[in-house]
């Protein structure tokens, strides 16, 4: 019996998934997506459902900020892709020959693919020391299901995950210590704006220990503690939260694929290694998203998803991934596009900087 056939198999259903089924849809390619989760959308779907599961006054902004993930998903539904989902487990055969198994030893199906794309995201990452039970030390994900809020609340990261989040359970009555290893909060942003916002924030309500190290975390009653002591080295000291969310970023999620068996070159973080059409180093495997280089952005994702489907249809494509934005969802909002004050004087470009107070301009006005 011959294989079901497709141009294109892509493995996640997140928005970089999602963007690449769609663009290669409207090139006519057959499309097959396979992912773990029952529906589309990757983890913004799953942090909304949970979001609407909060208190919806102080989460409403939030939420709508994902709207073009619903737009998205639609697009996604009308284009014609199949997909297949529920399936937990997948093997890659070198002739592109898929195995995705059932959950739970459910039947296993195969199929055959022109080519692959892998998009399948990222996961929380942890540290030595701290292990999440999404209960009182959480991740993300847990600390949108919380069903209480938390008196007192650490967020171990001074990221934009841990500051968005940070900021909404402060604006929800708990106590909010950030605590992050390095000397600033929002690693990667302009300085002068960094330094500003946290002095915002400090008005808000929350309390920040920077060049500080977690050492470990434990439980104790219903809450949790941790070990604290200076990033530089020197004397520790214990603090007890109710909950502690750990914000020190994300990891690409690759397991069960059989990546290493097939070849497919891993970078020392586990990110896969592309070449500039995000080919693999085994041929027809291609990798878009939070698992290669670069930040992990899902507009970042989507538009590698529509051009390496571009590529695979015959034409020609290219991102600038200087004129990709960042946005940080915390109040008031951070946008930021281009370099830094910072990495242009690392790299000796000359530039002359300039700045504008928001205060005065109507919208600030017209919203206090």
């Not at 057959?30 to 006054?57: C, F, K, S, T």
């Not at 990709?324 to 946008?335: D, G, K, M, S």
Request: hydrophobic share 40%.
């Amino acid at each position: 019996m011959s294989l079901p056939q497709y141009d294109y198999v892509i493995i996640g259903a997140g928005p970089a998934g999602m963007a690449a089924a769609v663009e290669a849809r409207q090139h006519g390619l057959n499309v097959l997506v396979l992912d773990e989760q029952p529906a589309v959308g990757g983890q913004i779907y799953r942090n909304i459902e949970d979001l609407e599961r909060q208190r919806r006054d102080e989460f409403e902004k939030l939420g709508a900020d994902y709207q073009e993930a619903f737009e998205l998903a639609q697009r996604f539904r009308a284009s014609g892709a199949e997909y297949r989902p529920g399936r937990s487990i997948w093997q890659i055969d070198p002739d592109l020959t898929l195995y995705h198994i059932g959950q739970d030893g459910g039947p296993s199906e195969t199929c055959h693919a022109q080519r692959i794309l892998i998009a399948t995201g990222s996961a929380p990452a942890s540290l030595p020391g701290l292990q999440i039970d999404e209960k009182t030390i959480v991740s993300s994900t847990g600390a949108l299901a919380l069903n209480k809020v938390p008196e007192k609340l650490a967020v171990i990261g001074a990221g934009y995950i841990g500051l968005e989040l940070g900021t909404v359970w402060a604006r929800l009555g708990a106590e909010v210590q950030v605590i992050e290893y390095l000397d600033r909060i929002l690693p990667g942003m302009d300085a002068e704006v960094a330094q500003k916002f946290q002095a915002i924030l400090e008005k808000q309500g929350l309390s920040f220990q920077l060049s500080t190290a977690v050492q470990s975390a434990s439980h104790k009653g219903k809450g949790v503690e941790l070990e604290l002591a200076p990033a530089a080295g020197g004397k520790t000291e214990k603090r007890s939260f109710d909950v502690a969310l750990v914000a020190v970023g994300r990891k690409p999620h690759t397991q069960g694929l059989g990546l290493e068996g097939l070849g497919v070159d891993l970078s020392e973080r586990g990110q896969i290694e592309v070449d500039e059409d995000f080919e693999t180093s085994v041929p027809g495997i291609f990798a878009i998203g939070d698992v290669i280089a670069g930040p992990m952005l899902a507009h970042k994702g989507s538009e590698e998803g529509v051009m390496v489907a571009e590529l695979i249809a015959g034409q020609s494509g290219h991102i600038n991934y200087d004129s990709i934005p960042w946005v940080i969802y915390t109040h008031p909002e951070i946008a930021a596009v281009g370099k830094t004050e910072q990495e242009l004087k690392a790299e000796g470009v000359d530039y002359k900087a300039g700045s504008f107070p928001f205060a005065a301009i109507g919208r600030a006005l017209a919203s206090g």
